[in-house]
Antibody
Framework: EVQLVESGGGLVQPGGSLRLSCAAS????????VNWFRQAPGKGLEWLSY????????NYADSVKGRFTVSRDNAKNSLYLQMNGLTAGDTAVYYC???????????????WGQGTLVTVSS | EIVLTQTPLSSPVTLGQPASISCRSS???????????LSWLQQRPGQPPRLLIY???NRFSGVPDRFSGSGAGTDFTLKISRVEVEDVGIYYC????????FGQGTKVEIK
């Protein structure tokens, strides 16, 4: 079964840092690009970052550029998001999301994790 | 940044009746590779989103055929032919032509 499981969320003070992890299983992780998205309580969805399978291509949303860093370890089937300089506006559920490419077809967001909640508060 | 505007934001529907959601983009979603990367996602209460439709009109694996997508360029539509109880939730359009952005979401509920 294809699965993505996020971890590392929790309560952090403003200005603090947190590192999220996403464990992938059920597929060849290195062959897929993955993203981080988030959803603030009661709000819509926001894309944060993208990393290709070989880590050669990395993109960030303007809202997190310079504060968040995405990385992956294909040997460990894991994706990471290092978050620094956190503010109350970063409070959200953070999702790890896979893109797939099969037979010439891109399926963006074909698998989502359950999410991990990050709360930034003093 | 590409802005997606969904209408309506709320859609009360009678069971068994159709529902339609519009998604309009601030610019063409045709990618330089010729494809249009417009997807639709469903988020049931308390659940993460799941992919329903990709590249305008392709149903993802396991998605019932009562869901269909259409459109081109800047105007897209998701249709549910006969709404069932399990369809209650929020529906988002998402573009992946230029990074990713989402519509505001449309809440589908039963009248």
């Amino acid at each position: 079964e294809v699965q993505l499981v996020e971890s590392g969320g929790g309560l952090v003070q403003p200005g603090g840092s947190l590192r999220l992890s996403c464990a992938a299983s059920g597929f060849i992780f290195s062959s897929y690009s993955v993203n981080w998205f988030r959803q603030a309580p009661g709000k819509g969805l926001e894309w944060l970052s993208y990393i290709s399978g070989n880590s050669r291509t990395i993109n960030y949303a303007d809202s997190v550029k310079g504060r968040f860093t995405v990385s992956r370890d294909n040997a460990k089937n894991s994706l990471y998001l290092q978050m620094n300089g956190l503010t109350a506006g970063d409070t959200a559920v953070y999702y790890c999301v896979r893109d797939s490419y099969d037979g010439g077809d891109y399926r963006h967001g074909d698998c989502w994790g359950q999410g991990t909640l990050v709360t930034v508060s003093s | 940044e590409i802005v997606l505007t969904q209408t309506p934001l709320s859609s009360p529907v009678t069971l068994g009746q159709p529902a339609s959601i519009s998604c309009r983009s601030s610019q063409s979603l045709v990618h330089r590779d010729g494809n249009t990367y417009l997807s639709w996602l469903q988020q049931r209460p308390g659940q993460p989103p799941r992919l329903l439709i990709y590249k305008i009109s392709n149903r993802f694996s396991g998605v019932p055929d009562r869901f269909s997508g259409s459109g081109a360029g800047t105007d897209f539509t998701l249709k549910i032919s006969r709404v069932e109880v399990e369809d209650v939730g929020i529906y988002y359009c998402m573009q992946a032509t230029q990074f990713r952005t989402f519509g505001q979401g449309t809440k589908v509920e039963i009248k």
